[in-house]
């Protein structure tokens, strides 16, 4: 790890308006002040703790930080491998801002990024302030710092060309399993099927090497997602099986997501009863899904049951549909989908000129706010309502371009 103690020095002498004359004064000449600052010296514990003190800082030193830096690789390796990581946390946050004026500067700001970026408490405004924070120490990163650091940056741009540069800057300091995943995500929610196809192959292949279980299931799970919005039902299929067996006596949510995109593609292509075998297996084990989990079910079903003629199982599920849209944050545009979706149960839909409203409307918003996946979803109705008002142009336009 190298030594950012000179570029903390020099950030909080220029915030205090010191000069390196002031600053130094009494403690070492000016020339080796400025290497301090530099990195070019790794000082002794006694002129950093004599500099910051000039500073009116307090300063955590080496025997204060002990062996700290382990609770820091154990957080960011727990990272890499999805490992729980509340034990360690609290063990960092016992000392927490301290940190912020010691060697482990770095780390605990890293550490501060990516506790902002949590899916629990997302603080993506708070996150970038954090980076902004860490540019200053840049030149003296380590290649693992470098790492994260990117990783960061590609987690909280939101120009898709800039997460591929960042991940690609990251890709450079280090090759594993962690980053083949977030490519496939980024790739994923914009459509870019076959450039995550390869991932796939290659997190496999480091799940592997790594001893990653997470990471072989995943490669997996993404191959599901990936021959899904394809459409490719004999691919979709197969690793939907390898799936099965790799995780037999796991709860459903381990499962959840290949089960969904089995389901939901074969209602897309129309085959309802073979759909219906897929979703229903996920209302086994409900109480391990999130609310948003549960209206993906039940308003998948209720379109089934509609399809398939069966108003009454189609209305009871929507009815349960509602409720959890109704908790959701976005629950105006959800309850709009249900509204939608009621409107199937009559069977002259199509010349409701309401649902066509609806579901363009539906249409407009995912295109706007979902992941590529949910829009191929919410196109088959799209296209459906097109060709019933002859808007064939438009119809067979969106058509060609699911199908590339």
């Known amino acids: 790890m190298k030594n950012n103690i000179g570029n903390l020095i020099k950030q909080n002498r220029l915030l205090q308006n010191f000069s390196q004359e002031t600053l130094c004064k009494d403690i070492c000449v000016v020339s080796y002040l400025s290497k301090i600052e530099n990195g070019l010296v790794s000082p002794n514990e006694e002129i950093i703790q004599l500099l910051f003190k000039q500073l009116n800082i307090d300063y955590l030193n080496k025997e204060e930080i002990g062996n700290d830096i382990k609770l820091f690789e154990q957080y960011f390796d727990n990272l890499i491998f999805f490992t729980d990581n509340s034990k360690i946390i609290e063990s960092i946050n016992i000392k927490g801002e301290l940190y912020r004026n010691s060697s482990l500067c770095v780390w605990y700001e890293l550490f501060l990024v990516y506790e ?3 899916e629990i408490s997302v603080d993506f405004d708070g996150a970038k302030k954090q980076l902004n924070q860490l540019d200053k120490y840049h030149h003296n990163f380590d290649q693992m710092q470098k790492f994260f650091f990117y990783l960061a940056k590609a987690s909280i741009s939101e120009d898709f060309d800039e997460q591929i ?8 300091c280090f090759d594993c399993s962690y980053i083949s995943i977030i490519f496939i995500e980024k790739y994923m929610f914009v459509g870019k099927v ?15 090497k790594e001893g990653n279980f997470y990471a072989i299931y995943t490669s997996s799970l993404w191959e599901v997602s990936c021959y899904s919005q394809l459409q490719n039902i ?11 067996n790799l ?3 796991h709860h459903m949510d381990t499962l959840w997501v290949s089960y969904y995109n089995c389901g939901a593609t074969l209602l897309e292509l129309k085959m309802y009863d073979k759909a219906l075998d897929y979703i229903i297996c996920l209302k086994k084990d409900e109480s391990v899904l999130s609310d948003y989990e549960k209206y ?3 308003h998948k079903l209720s379109i089934i049951y509609y399809k398939l003629n069966d108003t009454i199982q189609g209305d009871n599920h929507l ?3 509602r409720q959890y849209a109704a908790l959701l944050d976005n629950n105006e545009i ?8 009621a409107m199937l149960s009559n069977k002259s839909y199509l010349n409701n000129n309401d649902y066509h409203s609806l579901v363009e409307e539906i249409y407009i918003y995912t295109k706007k706010n979902h992941s590529y996946g949910f829009l191929q979803f919410i196109e088959t109705f799209y296209i459906e309502s097109l060709i019933s008002k002859r808007r064939y142009k438009e119809a067979l336009f969106l058509s060609n371009s699911k199908n590339v």
């Open 194 to 208: 076959q450039q995550a196809l390869l991932y796939c192959a290659k997190l496999l292949n480091q799940g592997i």
């Open 319 to 321: 009815i349960i549909a």
């Open 116 to 118: 902002k970026t949590e």
């Open 247 to 249: 995780c037999r006596n």
């Open 165 to 172: 540069e960042s991940l690609n800057n990251a890709l450079v």
């Open 234 to 244: 004999e691919l979709m299929l197969k690793a939907h099986n390898k799936n099965v």
């Open 334 to 341: 959800n309850l709009k989908f249900c509204d939608m979706i």
């Open 296 to 298: 993906s079910i039940y």
